[in-house]
């Protein structure tokens, strides 16, 4: 694989809390376009994983490159080219789902224009003038997804995307997702069922105590 293919570069890779090993000496690249999963039981390391890529926490030893530059050195470049959705929503609970996709469409210079489109294939146009606080579990993570993209960034980061969600609402991210592919984008999962992220993923990889134990293709 060319470099300038390769979108995430892991090498050797630990990461440890306390007594706690979270990741052991994980080495991995990840190709430009790649729809990848990392799955694997509770404390596997799928979710310690993923947060390192975005550079949310840093390992204990390791590099880590994202489109070749070294992903903490190069810290604020590297994440305007992320968009990340985790279990903790990044919304404004007395802002209503407009107010807080402005505020954060304004960090990167983008305009209501840029995130409308999404808004309205997520389902969300109903909701726009809803206060974050009275949306259900299923809409408020829409509207992060919408929050996370306003940017068009080139590696798109989901943390158990699916957990708590309804049918209808797997189905919409499904479709969403599934509608970026051959854009140039690189989307990594990190879930427990691969129920889900099969329909949106080609490939996985499987993880058990911090080490990559296995390599699944879809």
Same mark, same amino acid.
């Given at each position: 694989?060319?470099?300038?293919?390769?979108?995430?570069?892991?090498? *050797?890779?630990?990461?440890?809390?306390?007594?706690?090993? /979270?990741?052991?000496?994980?080495?991995? $690249?990840?190709?430009?376009?790649?729809?990848?999963? +990392?799955?694997?039981?509770?404390?596997?390391?799928?979710?310690?994983?993923?947060?390192?890529?975005?550079?949310?926490?840093?390992?204990?030893?390791?590099?880590?490159?994202? %489109?070749?530059?070294?992903?903490?050195?190069?810290?604020? $470049?590297?994440?305007?080219?992320?968009?990340?959705?985790?279990?903790?929503?990044?919304?404004?609970?007395?802002?209503?789902?407009?107010?807080?996709?402005?505020?954060? /469409?304004?960090?990167?210079?983008?305009? =209501? =224009? &840029?995130?409308? /489109?999404?808004? *309205? %294939?997520?389902?969300?146009?109903?909701?726009?003038?809803?206060?974050?606080?009275?949306?259900?579990?299923?809409?408020?993570?829409?509207?992060?997804?919408?929050?996370?993209?306003?940017?068009?960034?080139?590696?798109?980061?989901?943390?158990?995307?699916?957990?708590?969600? &309804?049918?209808?609402?797997?189905?919409?991210?499904?479709?969403? +997702?599934?509608?970026? *592919?051959?854009?140039?984008?690189?989307?990594?999962?990190?879930?427990?069922?691969? *129920?889900?992220?099969?329909?949106?993923? &080609?490939?996985?990889?499987?993880? &058990?105590?911090?080490?990559?134990?296995? =390599?699944?293709?879809?």
């Amino acid at each position: 694989m060319s470099n300038n293919s390769i979108a995430v570069k892991i090498t *050797e890779v630990s990461k440890r809390y306390g007594y706690l090993q /979270a990741l052991k000496s994980v080495s991995l $690249e990840i190709g430009a376009s790649d729809f990848l999963v +990392f799955s694997g039981p509770n404390g596997a390391g799928k979710t310690t994983l993923l947060k390192i890529i975005a550079t949310h926490i840093s390992p204990s030893s390791g590099t880590v490159k994202i %489109f070749g530059a070294d992903a903490f050195r190069n810290g604020g $470049e590297t994440r305007r080219r992320i968009g990340l959705v985790t279990h903790e929503s990044f919304l404004y609970d007395e802002l209503t789902v407009r107010e807080n996709l402005l505020f954060y /469409a304004k960090q990167f210079g983008a305009g =209501e =224009e &840029d995130f409308l /489109a999404t808004v *309205e %294939f997520l389902g969300l146009k109903r909701w726009y003038n809803v206060y974050v606080k009275q949306l259900s579990h299923g809409l408020r993570k829409r509207a992060d997804i919408v929050r996370a993209l306003i940017h068009n960034p080139d590696l798109i980061l989901l943390d158990e995307p699916f957990s708590g969600l &309804d049918t209808k609402t797997c189905d919409v991210l499904v479709d969403y +997702f599934k509608s970026h *592919e051959g854009k140039g984008k690189t989307l990594l999962i990190s879930s427990h069922s691969l *129920e889900w992220s099969k329909k949106i993923c &080609d490939k996985g990889i499987l993880l &058990d105590k911090g080490k990559i134990v296995g =390599e699944m293709t879809f």
